[in-house]
């Protein structure tokens, strides 16, 4: 439960700054302030790439987690540009799927407080401002499962980049992005790492990669 604490806490976050911008946005025209703040949700698909359990690599899916966070939206000098640092709390992870007859399947999953930093160049329809994105970040790792997992093994520190896009219509931003997670996200893991009976009884190498997948979130503006 101790995920729950900090997605409690970011929330909290958000709500400061909501009240101490509120001051600033009062008896500003929406459509022509240059700074922006909103809250965003949404959910990911992600998986692993590079990833190697006793040569059964094919065996693993798709998780699906959730994101939630703030976002600053500013204007850019340039006619159509936005830069858009946001904070999230964000659910990533991958499952095997063990063999018929064999244990139940095996999900790691591991969550993040992220900073990505969104580039936008759109092209404004005065009612709509289609868009498209890249998005440098950064994260920490904060929560885990299984929880026997040793944090020893893992690279908390993660960075990557996102490709994408979306659309702006009135107070609401939608956003569509592929993120991939750089670098290993655990190193010289061995099968004693593994909870006892997760390694589908197979033999061989255990290697894990770094998460990679689709995101959907929709961002409201205050």
């Known amino acids: 439960m101790k995920y729950i604490g900090k997605l409690t806490a970011i929330i909290g976050l958000a709500a400061v700054l909501l009240v101490l911008s509120s001051g600033r946005a009062a008896g500003q025209d929406y459509s022509s302030s240059f700074f922006k703040i909103g809250v965003k949700g949404g959910f990911n698909f992600s998986s692993m ?3 190697e359990l006793g040569y059964i690599s094919e065996s693993v899916s798709n998780y699906t987690g959730f994101n939630a966070g703030v976002a600053f939206s500013f204007d850019l000098p340039v006619q159509g540009m936005t830069i858009q640092p946001e904070l999230n709390y964000i659910s990533k992870g991958a499952m095997y ?21 969104n580039l936008q160049v759109g092209l404004d329809l005065i009612l709509l401002r289609p868009y498209l994105m890249v998005s440098p970040y950064i994260g920490c790792a904060v929560h885990k499962l299984p929880a026997d997992v040793d944090w020893a093994g893992i690279n908390r520190f993660q960075y990557g980049i996102g490709i994408g896009g979306g659309i702006d219509f009135w107070r609401l931003q939608l956003q569509v992005k592929y ?4 670098g290993q996200l655990a190193k010289n893991v061995s099968r004693g790492d593994l909870p006892s009976g997760q390694d589908g009884g197979t ?12 995101e959907v979130n929709l961002v409201f503006f205050f």
């Open 179 to 182: 993120n991939w997670n750089i």
């Open 97 to 117: 799927r063990g063999p018929e007859g064999g244990p139940d399947n095996f999900l790691f999953r591991t969550d993040f407080i992220e900073l990505p930093v």
């Open 49 to 51: 790439s590079r990833f």
């Open 203 to 214: 033999s061989g190498p255990v290697r894990m990669g770094n998460y990679r997948g689709l």
